[in-house]
């Protein structure tokens, strides 16, 4: 049964033991906080998802703070009710394929609409005081992260649905060591839109509408049924709805309600609502603001949106996480669509491959079910190399190192991975250099754009399977029990061990 909104979603973990009340005192204030040394804490031992109720230098404690939900790759599957990883790809990459499976929102009335409870009208706005603000670790400023950014194509009217990291300008420090104006800080916001070039569809449509000298209406949804982020960090055909996309997921439509001062729609049952506009030609430049790749970036510049009405629940929750180096809260749910994404396309054109993991470092991992003399053709695993760059959807052609494996090898175990390269690859003749492909956004070692973000970097592939018959008629017998050997004696020694 899909879940109705974020708070059923952690009844069932904390019903599994998956999710602790926390009532010590932890630091969340600016420049004295102890936020990323938690999240570190836990999720380098898959800790459990915790709920915030007592931080300090905090400026709204009566909004308690969601921490860790996503950290593994459990609670992830659970996100769309699953049990296992495996699974879960396979049911995204599915729906994903076949958008007859996908469900038109239903709209509700506003009485209906939980994320109607409170609305603070434009006049009151005050965002030092309407909206929690957490800081991580040496941050600049205070950041959005639970945000699901909607707007509509200014040309279509199509709508669209993503996660974009929103900058809180009050009590940020600037990097260039300038002040952000009064008014910035409590009635603007910054928005994490690669508009210039367009790298993302927010950014398509704020270019669209730049163009047309019209402004952009923008809706962020905070804190919406788990089925809505995975939805929305997955890569939609531009033009189609991830919100529909989301119905699929959960097997039932999204109720939305009508906003208060755009013409959008919104999940009605999220925690808060911020409804705004685009300020034409705005540009704000942010950092420190740490990464998923584990590096801060010192200066990045976005668009700013002045916003016009909050909504919120009564009694709302709030939503805060912090990227570093992996693994982090949302890590694994970040790669759900990548791994969804580019297992879909190619099971449709090649059935050997058998599941596609993506390591916490952005790693890609293909598996097939066949090796050896059973490969369909000489030099298969470097064909499938080339399909990864090659597929559907923004993730593959950004795939820095992509290691194709065979059955026997376990695409989650990072020591199985390396067993196979030590013993299946020659570098010199199982290795692909691609040197224009298309640079992972956020990775620190290639050349940098005017948005502090690299577009054209070098790609490597590696191929991992046995060189039958590439190099050999026959390859030497692997040495290892299989997994039923192994757990029937575990069973045997249970008491014992």
Known sequence: MPYKDMREFLGVLEKKGQLRQIDVPIKAAHGDNELQALMRLLCQNDGPAAMLNNLEGYNRPDVPVIFNPFGTRERTAMMI????????KHKHAKVLSNPSSWHAPVVVD??????????????????????PHVFFGKEAASYITGGLGITKDPETGDVNMGCYRITQLWNAVHPLGEEYPEEQQKQQ??????????????GLHLARATAMGKPLEVAFALQCDPALHMAGATSVPFGKSEIEFAGGLRGAPVEVVQCETVDLQVPATAEFIIEGAFIPNSETTIGNHSNPVGYYDAIQVFPRFEVTCITHRKDPL??????????????????????????????RKIPEVQDVVVTPNMTYVVQLNVDGARKPH???????????????????????????????????????????????????????????????????????GHHGFPVVGSQMGIDATMKVPERFSTYQEVSMPTPEEVASLAEKLKDVL
């Open 189 to 202: 916001l910054s928005v994490f839109a690669f508009w210039n070039p367009p790298m993302s569809h927010i």
């Open 81 to 88: 009710d699953c049990t296992e990883p495996l699974e879960m």
């Open 318 to 347: 709030w939503y805060a996480t912090m990227e570093m180096i992996p693994p982090f809260d949302h890590n694994y749910q970040a790669l759900v669509p990548v791994e969804g994404e580019i297992l879909g396309d190619l099971q």
């Open 378 to 448: 000489s030099e298969f695993g470097k064909y499938v190399l080339h399909a990864v760059w090659g597929s559907a959807g923004r993730w593959g052609r950004t795939a820095k190192i992509v290691i194709v494996v065979g059955p026997d090898v376990d695409p989650y175990d990072m020591d199985s991975i390396e067993w196979a390269i030590a013993t299946r690859v020659q570098p010199a003749e199982d290795t692909i250099i691609n040197q224009s492909g298309q640079a992972f956004l956020l990775d620190p070692s290639a050349t940098k």
């Open 110 to 131: 506003k009485d209906k609409a939980p994320c109607k409870e409170v609305i603070i009208k434009k006049e009151n706005i005050s965002l030092d005081k309407n909206l």
